[in-house]
């Protein structure tokens, strides 16, 4: 259904890889419902990825920056207002990345300097993009900023890693700029803890087919898909969601709330049975 709730509405997507990505699937919902934006990703994601397609299906503009970056942050939020013929009325913080994950270290061996560049990339880029905006007061009166989140801020997985700690941050900071931003201008802070998604980045967490078989199973309504958490950023980047703020918001068909489930606990008795023959 296309109702067009984000019509004159303008904005910056961080994060598009590729149209596995969510960022990639909340571009395309925007489009449909009306909104101009432009896409932003690192220069070395720009080259692996395939962004140029999703511009030109979207009618939007790749800008290449650093979200570690605050002097790319504010060249891009520039040359982003210049484009767009005004001020900013959304933004989408779709960015993650461990080192440590990638390289097999367990939680209790880190190589710090590489969780440090974990927190920058995954985490303070938040923080950045934030003050740079707030900086160059980039964004409208009742403006939506929302970065992607995971239950693993609130919960052991025990492959996630150090992504936990900096999922955990990324919603600290959502709260206390979401504070600030609010006072200032009635611009909403929020983020959103999405289910496992078969994106490019959730494949490459060790044991993701089992996180995302367990969540499924455990949900009443199943995993939360990419196509479904671009629905809720649309919902969230529009006026019918004027008063939500500072939140963590729990997309993921309601595993958060469960304790176990039928599903669950039939495999999990099946085990033992196999176990004991």
Known sequence: MRNKILEGKKGII???LDDKSIAWKVAEHAHREGAEFVLTNAPIALRMGSINKLAETTNSKVIPADATSMEDLRGLYKEAMEHLGGKLDFVLHSIGMSVNVRKGKKYYEQNHEWTMKGYDVSSLSFHKTLQVAWELDALNEW????GLSYIAAQRVFHSYNDMADNKAVLESIARSFGYHYGKRKNVRVNTISQSPTQTTAGSGVSGFDGFYRFANDLS???NASAEDCANYCVVLFSDYTKKVTMQNLFH????SFMGI???VMNTYMQGIKNSND
């Open 252 to 255: 993921d068909g309601g595993f």
């Open 14 to 16: 961080f994060g598009a």
């Open 143 to 146: 403006g939506s900023v929302l």
């Open 220 to 222: 009443p309504l199943g």
């Open 261 to 263: 489930s039928e599903d």
